[in-house]
């Protein structure tokens, strides 16, 4: 049984207390499907802001990648990195906000390391859209529990067992509707909350969800309800509950609780429907810190040795102080303010001595934090992506932190060549800060290096803050390159361009530990590389990771 030390004034219940009521999640969705309107009311219900409208104000700006820059200098702290803390029905709830813009990068990737669980929105009359699947993927490679939250439904949308089959068919995941939709054709009128037995109806009146909304319970044959929706209406949804309660997935907590099952909530943020239920409704669902693999076996949250780990680092756009934030994720312990960790990487201690929390969107330095909390502290340049920070007399290493293949590359090289120094500096610190993957051509000079993204915003992050930082402008030339391999014989000697059939089909480079990689057009092309080289393994990210 684990222990305090006497001078700590907390006591064991206590401490657990704080983990259990954490809720840790981001929420993934394609730009557009309603995201920070989501954010916005969910904070707005915490009582962190006191006025829709503060965060979407951000929004207007999102597609100019120059005026994102300008906000992110005004606002303080950055749009990308928002870590937005409220409490909720004795609930402490961390949102880790995922980027909105059209390119993301591997920080949205990142960010999913960090938290417990994710909310999926789903445009009602879109349904799966693009970026939903590839953040999708990166939540169900970690079996976390994913919760669905269908949006716009005051508008006209698609059908709900079209909609539940395409998340079944799209991302492979089936999906238990905790509310249903009420309407013919996509032309909804409120929903049936299936555990309550309660009609909800939108307002007549669209006021924002500010009024108090018709609501009716009892059992759906219910004349009362035939009066509300009408007959034709109301036969719909008795048949559609008949069906989902006799063929429909039934209610699993266990899958739910490892990914293979997403609780499903239909509604609509603009008007505040249904937001209030699903946000009850999650807290009860989803879990609270969850325990992480480490090289020293599996690490629980309530340990009393604090550990965390740095999922993301964010330069401050204030060129002037050059200050860095690094976020960590805790995983155990408890964090105080100026105490000392051991960082596993460079193997000395650092004193976290300004550690910020953020609340709405004000920056505030705080004392003390639990698992499941992020904290962004100062980094004087010593962190980067994926370091472990831990106590002194527990050494370890988390284990598990991924590295996204890149698909998107372009040639970078210093404008003047005078700069050429900075030029390396700048564009290796950003390396290992994460911000991009640097290559360099078999064969080609030094003077450029081909940078690996995932999305053609950080090209532009790039720019801007070698630029800004490092005072060097840049010549960059986009490649055509969509995929990346890194590749080894399969005898264990190295592949070399010479060595490889098929090198001129892509380009031949060498990432920044000397490991050769392949970049090619397409999944096409890899398939013709693959044929003509069975002794050689291929693999998404560096083999040896
Ligand atoms: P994102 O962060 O996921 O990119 O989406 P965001 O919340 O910014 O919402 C995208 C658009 O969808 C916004 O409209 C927003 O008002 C609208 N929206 C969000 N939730 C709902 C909803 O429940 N119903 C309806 N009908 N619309 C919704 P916009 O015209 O782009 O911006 P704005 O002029 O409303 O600010």
Redo the contacts with the bound molecule.
Sequence with gaps: MRTFSLEDVMSVEEFNNEIQKRRTFAII????????????KLLLYGGAIHLAGSI?SR??Q?HAVSDWMEIEKQRGISVTSSVLQFDYDGCRINILDTP?HQDFSEDTYRTLMAVDSAVM?IDVAKGVEAQTKKLFKVCKQRNIPIFTFV?????YGKEPLELMEEIESVLGIRSYPMNWPIGIDGKYKGVYDRQKRQIELFDEDATHGQKERTSVTGDITDPQIAELLGVTAQQALAEDIELLDTAGEAFDLDKIAHGELTPMFF?????N?GVQNFLEEYLKLAPPPAPRNSSAGLILPDNENFSAFVFKIQANMNPAHRDRLAFIRICSGKFERGMSVYHHKTNKMIKLSQPQQFLAQERQIIDVAYPGDIVGLFDPGVFGIGDTLCDAGHKFDFADFPVFPPEKFARVQAKDTMKRKQFVKGITQLTQEGAVQLFQQAGAGMESYIVGTVGNLQFEVLEYRLKNEYGVDILMQMQHYEVARWLVNKDGSEVTPESLRGTDRGMFVYDMKQRPVLLVNNEWALGWIVDNNPDVDLFHVPPDK
Excluded: V
């Excluded at 969705?29 to 916005?40: Q, R, V």
């Design positions: 969705s394609h730009p557009d499907a309603g995201k920070t309107t989501l954010t916005e979407k929004k207007t999102r909105g929105i949006n716009k439904l005051d508008r509604g609509s943020a603009m008007t429907f």
